[in-house]
């Protein structure tokens, strides 16, 4: 489950009668994961930034959430996701960082265009896109590059030894 999916979610439906929904939530349940888990570690990576995603939808309701015509609720959803990856990005994963908390990083998109010239897309900002051709040589992705030999790409926490997973890169 994305953090997108998990940001979705709205404490009270939109089709549960006003009388209701509660005036005072006192707590939020999320289901971590059905996948085992041997270590904090892999916890840690699985939780965060879900977590972060779900304790935003479970406090704070959205302009969006049960105003909007259906027309008008993906664009607003949208805007309001991209506001709250911002935050994430620019303030939470540098404490959660320093607490030692292990983040998953998102991997960066990418595309091969016709004159094949490769193009990374970063999912949220305050990562430095990298491109390799053998996963051990790292080079910084600052625009379009010949895909030529290049055959993996990831994202890196600005500052920070914390990457995404590896992509192989498909021609």
């Excluded at 990856?85 to 320093?98: E, F, I, N």
């Excluded at 895909?147 to 995404?164: C, E, G, K, W, Y």
Aim: proline share 7%; net charge positive; hydrophobic share 45%.
């Amino acid at each position: 489950m994305t953090a997108l999916l998990v940001y979705w979610f709205q404490p009270a439906s939109s089709n549960v009668p006003c009388s209701a929904k509660p005036t005072k939530i006192l707590a939020g349940l999320a289901p971590a994961s059905r996948v085992l888990t041997r270590d904090q570690r892999s916890v840690e990576y699985m939780l965060f930034p879900r977590l972060l995603a779900f304790a935003e939808r479970a406090w704070h309701q959205a302009e969006w959430e049960g105003k909007l015509s259906q027309a008008a609720f993906l664009p607003a959803l949208n805007r309001d996701f991209s506001e709250f990856t911002q935050v994430v990005a620019k303030r939470h994963y540098s404490r959660l960082v320093k607490a030692d908390i292990n983040v998953r990083i998102p991997p960066p998109g990418y595309q091969i265009d016709a004159h094949h010239q490769l193009e990374l897309r970063a999912a949220m900002p305050n990562l430095k896109l990298e491109y390799s051709a053998d996963a051990m040589t790292w080079h910084t992705y600052t625009g379009a590059v010949s895909a030529d030999n290049i055959h993996f790409v990831r994202a890196r926490l600005i500052n920070s030894p914390h990457t995404s997973r590896i992509i192989a890169v498909e021609p």
